[in-house]
């Protein structure tokens, strides 16, 4: 049985999924998502998340598996994740690993070990509350007197890192950081980055951005907070719905909220940025999906094998 992988990843609004789709379409394999939100069930429109006639177009795994009330965990997500690896490698196929989430991808990658901690809704609520009132400096300070290491790789503005990290430590009396070792995977891949200008890529945000409210962006924020999602579920702070939620009450216009969203969306690409460096030898940074074609064929011994397979 081969066990092959295909990874694609980058900035939110670099193509990723449409040059995924168009290799599997051409190539063969399935897609596996590796982004934290499209997990989420009823979040299709600000997650970018591929449509329904996308996927019946080639078998795609790991979206809509999370109910927006809950917490979706790296713990579960890699869970899952194997699952569904070891069965589309039993049917002697191969998997499109495809997401801008860094934990994700390299927590596959690099087989993490993560403490399987249960979320504590009590504990989250206080932290969040802490860093509300006294900022979230202040909230990252209390991670670094604990777990420096952590605080040094997890940026002050993500609260639901530093609170998560906050939480096993908590719950462990283990730095979150000795609990997240690193070790080989038990199967080969092939890793590229989509490469695109900084200046397009932020023209590619702001126009993805316009065109999910025009898709009903606020309705499917609205839809999902009448359906009893509560607005500081962990779900609810994803970019957009976040924004949507202050418009929703009232508190900013709807201009400000597709302001917010934008810059919102831009600091994202800045952060996925530093999980997927320019000087990492492990990945081939490439602009469309005739250069992943290409390199594909020139890893002998490797997934061209496979793809080889899949093109006959």
Not at 48 to 66: N, Q, S, Y
Request: with cysteine; glycine share 8%; net charge neutral.
């Amino acid at each position: 049985m081969l066990r092959r992988l295909v990874a694609i990843v980058g900035p939110t609004g670099s193509g990723k999924s449409a040059i995924a789709l168009q290799l599997a379409r051409e190539l063969g394999g399935e897609i596996v998502n590796a982004d934290s939100r499209q997990v989420y069930r009823g979040m299709d429109i600000g997650t970018a998340k591929p449509t329904v006639a996308e996927r019946r177009l080639v078998r795609h795994h790991l979206f809509d598996i999370a109910d927006p009330r809950d917490d979706y965990s790296l713990a579960l997500y890699q869970r899952d994740a194997r699952a569904v690896l070891e069965d589309i490698w039993a049917r002697d196929t191969f998997a499109w690993l495809v997401g801008g989430t860094g934990q994700y991808a390299w927590g596959l990658l690099e087989n993490w070990s993560v403490p399987e901690v249960p979320p504590d809704g009590t504990l989250r609520r206080e932290l969040t509350a802490f860093a509300a009132e006294r900022g979230v400096e202040a909230l990252h300070a209390r991670l670094a007197a604990v777990d420096p290491l952590a605080a040094e790789r997890i940026d002050p503005r993500n609260v639901r890192r530093v609170v998560r990290a906050l939480e096993v430590h908590h719950h462990t009396g283990v730095p979150i950081s000795t609990w997240q070792t690193k070790g080989s995977p038990d199967f080969e891949y092939l890793l590229f980055g989509i490469d695109v200008p900084k200046d397009e890529l932020d023209r590619r945000i702001d126009a993805r951005v316009d065109a999910m409210f025009a898709a009903g962006f606020v309705d499917e924020v609205r839809a999902l907070l009448a359906d009893g999602v509560p607005s500081d579920a962990g779900s609810m702070s994803s970019i957009g719905y976040a924004e949507i939620g202050r418009f929703l009450e009232g508190a900013i216009s709807l201009d400000e909220a597709i302001d917010a969203t934008k810059r919102a969306t831009r600091r994202l690409a800045r952060r996925q940025a530093q999980w997927f460096r320019r000087d990492d030898r492990r990945i081939s940074w490439v602009h469309d999906a005739d250069d992943i074609e290409m390199q594909a064929n020139i890893f002998t011994g490797a997934c061209t094998n496979t793809i080889r397979g899949a093109r006959r």
